[in-house]
């Protein structure tokens, strides 16, 4: 079967360092994707990683271990605005490249 | 550039009514993809269509069937609306060559209630 897993809830202060982990288990994998949802909109890429190792984008970065099936998303200077559901998502499950699986989501609340 | 457009917006069927959800995007994207979200849930793919002409069941196709009317547009049909399809349904688009990024653009939601 596939899964993915990834914590229900997060809760941190502003100016705070947050690592949202995720880990998969799947038949087939191309690369795992981050998912940033606010609550009433629709959801919005963050990053996309094909190949271990870190990728860094503003405040943003995304680590892949494909060894360990694992990876996670690392939010720096932690803003109010960044309260909302995060989605892990791996592309290329059961020989679909061109398709997402994503988990459950992580709600993250920051806090003044 | 509006991105992916849905209609309508929010809809309220009784069990038995049939109704389709529209997306269509501007951004001449080949791939198309509709999910549903259930409250407290991730996003579950119904189906998705590569390419204009070709369509595939995903993880949650029962119930539902789809056309790729063109390459802008892809709807979603519900032929005998269940309780069970109470969702937030979400429209994506990819295209397909984006380099080292696999980037899905999503459409605002169809908020669906079946009493």
């Known amino acids: 079967g596939q899964s993915l897993e990834q914590p229900s809830e997060v809760t941190a202060v502003e100016g705070a360092i947050v690592q949202i982990n995720c880990t998969y288990q799947t038949s087939g994998f191309y690369g795992l994707s ?3 949802q606010h609550d009433g909109g629709a959801p919005t890429f963050l990053s996309y990683n094909a190949l271990d190792g870190l990728e860094e984008t503003g405040r943003f970065s995304s680590f892949l271990s494909r060894s360990d099936s694992y990876g996670y998303l690392l939010l ?19 020989g679909g490249y061109n398709k997402l699986i ?11 | 550039n509006a991105g992916v457009t849905q209609t309508p917006k929010f809809q309220v069927l009784k069990t038995g009514q049939s109704m389709t959800l529209q997306c269509a995007q501007d951004m001449n994207h080949n791939s198309m993809y509709w999910y549903r979200q259930d409250p407290g849930m ?8 590569a390419s204009e002409g070709t369509t595939d069941k995903g993880e949650v196709p029962n119930g539902y069937n789809v056309s790729r009317l063109n390459k802008r547009e892809f709807s979603l049909r519900l032929e005998s609306a269940a309780p069970s399809q109470t969702s937030v349904y979400f429209c994506a688009s990819r295209r397909s060559r984006d380099g080292n990024s696999y980037e899905q653009y999503f459409g605002p939601g169809t908020r669906l209630t079946v009493t």
């Open chain 1, 76 to 94: 720096q200077e932690l803003q109010m605005k960044d309260s909302a559901s995060y989605f892990c998502a791996v592309r290329g499950v059961s």
């Open chain 2, 42 to 49: 991730g996003l579950r793919l119904i189906y998705y269509s």
């Open chain 1, 34 to 36: 981050w998912y940033q």
């Open chain 1, 102 to 112: 994503f988990g459950a989501g992580t709600r993250l609340a920051v806090h003044p």
